[in-house]
């Protein structure tokens, strides 16, 4: 018996206390999907929009494969994160949770590469995670200076 398996076992019963139920998750979701619709920012714009065009450059072949759709779902996107984190405002983060959304559903993905979202483990520290997504995304894009990180 390892001597660490107490305090394991202490700490995970913490965050399985520290989870919301499945009810007060749906009563949430319910909340912020009917409270309000966030508003973009020049700076989320920025993000999706020149991501739009970076799409529509790389398919220029076929640019008809690249559609307004396209832009149209991104900011549906990035709305509806703004709403999950409870927002007003579409914020940069919400703008590149979009972007890794549309990048991790396409096959021929090019800012993230190829990912395996099956077989995609949680990240250890997600804050961290995400600065790295940001920097990635924010960079090929050369938006770094919208970078949020403090």
């Known amino acids: 018996m390892d001597m660490d398996e107490p305090s394991q076992s202490a700490s995970n019963q913490q965050n399985a206390a520290d989870l919301w139920s499945f009810e007060k998750l749906q009563a949430y979701i319910a909340f912020v999907k009917g409270s309000f619709q966030p508003k973009s920012t ?3 714009e920025q993000v999706l929009t020149k991501y739009y065009q ?21 900011i549906r996107l990035s709305q509806a994160h703004a709403r ?11 703008a590149v949770i979009a972007v890794v ?13 190829t990912t395996d979202a099956l077989h995609t483990k949680f990240p250890e520290n997600p804050e ?3 600065w790295e997504l940001e920097d990635n995304v ?7 200076e919208l970078s949020t990180r403090e």
Not at 54 to 74: G, H, P, V, Y
Not at 138 to 144: E, K, P
């Open 138 to 144: 924010l960079n090929h894009l050369g938006l770094l």
């Open 128 to 130: 961290e995670f995400y």
């Open 42 to 44: 020049p700076e989320s």
């Open 54 to 74: 970076a799409q529509r450059q790389r398919d220029q072949l076929n640019a008809a494969r690249t559609t307004i759709r396209l832009l149209e779902s991104l």
């Open 84 to 94: 999950l984190m409870f927002r007003s405002k579409v914020q940069v983060q919400d």
């Open 101 to 113: 959304l549309m990048e991790t559903t396409m096959l021929s993905a090019s800012i993230l590469g």
